[in-house]
Antibody, heavy 125, light 107 residues
Framework: EVQLVESGGGLVQPGGSLRLSCSVS????????MTWVRQAPGKGLEWVSE????????NYADSVKGRFTISRDNSKSTLYLQMNNLRAEDTAVYYC??????????????????WGQGTLVTVSS | EIVLTQSPATLSLSPGERATLSCRAS??????LGWFQHKPGQAPRLLIY???SRATGISARFSGSGSGTDFTLTISSLEPEDFAIYYC?????????FGQGTKVETK
């Protein structure tokens, strides 16, 4: 059974940092690109970032570019999202998800076909 | 950025009725369009990818269609567990974008 479990969320002050983790099982982690998607309170889904199987290619939403860094440790089957200089508008539930494809270099990312339950990040003073 | 516009915002139907949800893209997405179901407090669930391919384990009452910039998710006969919010998403370009969602609620 495919499982993705996010952790690391919490309350942080504006300008602060947080690192989210997504531990996975039930599939071969290093064969799949991964992504983070968030949902602010009362809002819809927003794509945040994605990474290919070997970290050679990453992509970011403009709203987080330069502040967030996506990474992965294939030996630990874990995906990360380092979030710096957090703002109130980053408050959201953050979901990690597995892509169908590997991403770069074949450029086949596919669609996010398995998702975690999410972790809540609250940015407030 | 490719903008996806979903309609209607809310669909009020009864169990057993047919649901038709629309997603319109601001430019071609080369059929790289998926649909997700999302319930409060749960993980989003992939229903349809690449316009019309059902994801693993998804009931045949869910079907996707369309091309170019206009796409449709159809639920042939609503079951009680189908009342949720549905999002379309395109993966043709960056940033990946979602529609604003259609809420299917009980009439």
């Amino acid at each position: 059974e495919v499982q993705l479990v996010e952790s690391g969320g919490g309350l942080v002050q504006p300008g602060g940092s947080l690192r989210l983790s997504c531990s996975v099982s039930g599939f071969t982690f290093n064969n799949h690109a991964m992504t983070w998607v968030r949902q602010a309170p009362g809002k819809g889904l927003e794509w945040v970032s994605e990474i290919n199987v070997n970290e050679a290619k990453t992509n970011y939403a403009d709203s987080v570019k330069g502040r967030f860094t996506i990474s992965r440790d294939n030996s630990k089957s874990t995906l990360y999202l380092q979030m710096n200089n957090l703002r109130a508008e980053d408050t959201a539930v953050y979901y990690c998800a597995k892509y169908q494809g590997r991403g770069h270099p074949d450029n086949y990312w596919g669609t996010a076909d398995s998702w975690g339950q999410g972790t809540l990040v609250t940015v407030s003073s | 950025e490719i903008v996806l516009t979903q309609s209607p915002a809310t669909l009020s139907l009864s169990p057993g009725e047919r649901a038709t949800l629309s997603c319109r893209a601001s430019q071609s997405v080369n059929n790289k369009l998926g649909w997700f179901q999302h319930k409060p407090g749960q993980a989003p669930r992939l229903l349809i990818y690449d316009v019309s391919s059902r994801a693993t384990g998804i009931s045949a009452r869910f079907s996707g269609s369309g091309s170019g910039t206009d796409f449709t998710l159809t639920i042939s006969s609503l079951e009680p567990e189908d009342f949720a919010i549905y999002y379309c998403q395109q993966r043709n370009g960056w940033p990946r974008t979602f529609g604003q969602g259609t809420k299917v609620e009980t009439k």
